[in-house]
């Protein structure tokens, strides 16, 4: 999260040769500086650190001065997936004989051996210390130089003293086949060694590891239900094309200045009952938001969108697909509600911090409904006194042609005035916040998976991996 990183002064080295940092992360962002699993804040030298660079690759350092790196290795594979979790495994062993022994990149279990840089320079020899673990300077976890990280990490460990393989810390699923965390796996962690498990929300620095090596917390970091065995959707960053986008709140909230397109998100769906909330910080005058579902990676089809103001965002020239007009305040008097270009009267005007309430039927063969709703109350059908009531299927906004294949759900946020101001839009999809905010009455969704400020209609689910590989 920007502005948020964790720190720690061990205050005397540990062993320098050998050693293994294991962990978890999702990355929310591409071309990140920031994300840094450990190392310092290059202010000086000699200096250390595990990152992902500006180009998306690892890149793993020991440097001794400012001419160049004692150890380096850098991938020539892109971690630019913002949709999975990786699991990192570096060992480190100088006392190997060996020079391809004494670094060991493991990605999800398996070995890493492509390398654009594999340096190990004058005096990296066998039995050489490295700058890790040398305890002369304050660690960062979330932060190189002025950068800070976008992403989300889990089971972090740090092994003083013995270089291991990624089975410690991982093992196969014996049904589904996937590399999967050892939630508690035994190590011996020595004398700097440290677990974070970021299972306490009011202390996210803690060591679970029996060594007392607790991270100090500055900024605003907040604990998240999405973990490798769990994952709840994001923001792509890889789907949006304007420059004026910034992602914050580990990529759930979009913040824009003048006008800006609709962004993806990093999960698709195609059948199920699922709900969701939106919130924006517009004051219905020229800002504009939406919330729209595209078919199979494409707005063009037949896209259903809910929308601030009076932009189009996701209609077709032929106005196929519809548009819902929560703040019309350019051309009509009344929110509206168009669909294949016969608009409808639909809803109550949002205003500002208002919170959207989504919710989307695909679970019949051939027809698709989708409900909207404003602080807790659903939307009456469109022309009608009738009450949406999902749980039943009953007095949806829309009924809709379903066709067999993955929808996707996207926000849009933009200023049609172009006057530069900023707002931000949030999304829930059941990580309980918006932004940095948590929800206030932490509703659940049917199995507990999802939390969300307004209660969930019954049979709805988030939407996170568990759910859609169990109900979608």
Not at 101 to 127: A, H, W
Not at 326 to 351: D, L, M, R
Not at 359 to 382: E, I, Y
Not at 436 to 444: E, G, I, K, N
Request: with cysteine; glycine share 10%.
């Amino acid at each position: 999260m920007p502005n948020s990183v964790l720190t720690k002064d061990f205050g005397s080295a540990g062993n320098r040769k050998t050693m293994t940092f294991s962990f978890w992360v999702k990355r929310n962002k591409i071309s990140a500086e920031g994300d840094q699993f450990i190392g310092d804040v290059q202010s000086s030298y000699p200096s250390h650190f595990i990152k992902f660079d500006s180009a998306d690759k690892l890149d793993i350092r020991s440097q001794a001065d400012v001419s160049g790196a004692t150890l380096r290795f850098t991938t020539n594979r892109l971690f630019e997936d913002l949709s999975s979790w990786y699991h990192i495994v570096v060992a480190i062993d100088t006392t190997q004989g060996t020079a391809s022994d004494r670094l060991k990149l493991y990605v999800n279990g398996v070995q890493e051996t492509s390398f654009g840089t594999s340096t190990q320079g004058s005096g990296f020899g066998q039995n050489t210390d490295t700058h890790f673990n040398q305890g002369a300077s304050t660690e960062y976890i979330g932060r190189h130089a002025s950068d800070y990280a976008n992403f989300n990490l889990a089971h972090y460990h740090f092994v003083d003293g013995t270089a291991l393989t990624p089975t410690t810390f991982g093992e196969t699923d014996s049904t589904t086949g996937e590399w999967k965390a050892k939630l508690n796996p035994s190590v011996t962690y020595g004398t700097h060694g440290f677990f974070l498990k970021f299972e306490n929300s009011g202390a996210l620095g803690t060591d679970s590891s029996g060594n007392s090596k607790t991270w100090t917390l500055v900024g605003n970091l907040k604990q998240s239900n999405s973990s490798p065995s769990n994952t709840f959707p994001t923001l792509d960053d890889l789907q949006i094309r304007n420059a004026n986008k910034i992602f914050n709140a580990g990529t759930t909230q979009l913040s824009y200045a003048n006008q800006t397109d609709n962004v993806n998100c990093t999960q698709m769906i195609k059948t199920g009952k699922w709900y969701w909330e939106v919130k924006s910080e517009t004051d219905a005058t020229n800002e504009s938001y939406c919330i729209q579902m595209y078919l199979n990676g494409s707005v063009a089809a037949y896209a259903f969108t809910y929308q601030g103001n009076n932009s189009q965002v996701g209609r077709n020239a032929d106005g196929s697909g519809w548009t819902y007009f929560p703040n019309n305040t350019t051309t009509n008097s009344a929110p509206k509600f168009i669909f294949e270009n016969s608009a409808t009267n639909y809803g109550v005007a949002a205003t500002a911090d208002d919170i959207i309430m989504c919710a989307v039927d695909l679970s019949n063969a051939t027809t698709g409904k989708v409900w909207f709703g404003k602080n807790g109350t659903w939307h009456n059908a469109p022309g009608t006194s009738n009450v949406g009531v999902p749980h039943t299927g009953a007095n949806p906004g829309l009924s809709f042609a379903k066709f067999d294949d993955f929808w996707g759900i996207s926000i849009s946020s933009g200023d049609n005035a172009a006057n530069n101001s900023t707002k931000n839009t949030h999304i829930n999809f059941g990580t309980g916040f918006f932004g940095t905010t948590a929800v206030s009455s932490a509703q659940a969704d049917d199995n507990s998976t999802g939390i969300f400020e307004y209660d969930v209609p019954a049979g709805f689910y988030a939407i996170c991996s568990k759910n859609i590989k169990d109900y979608g």
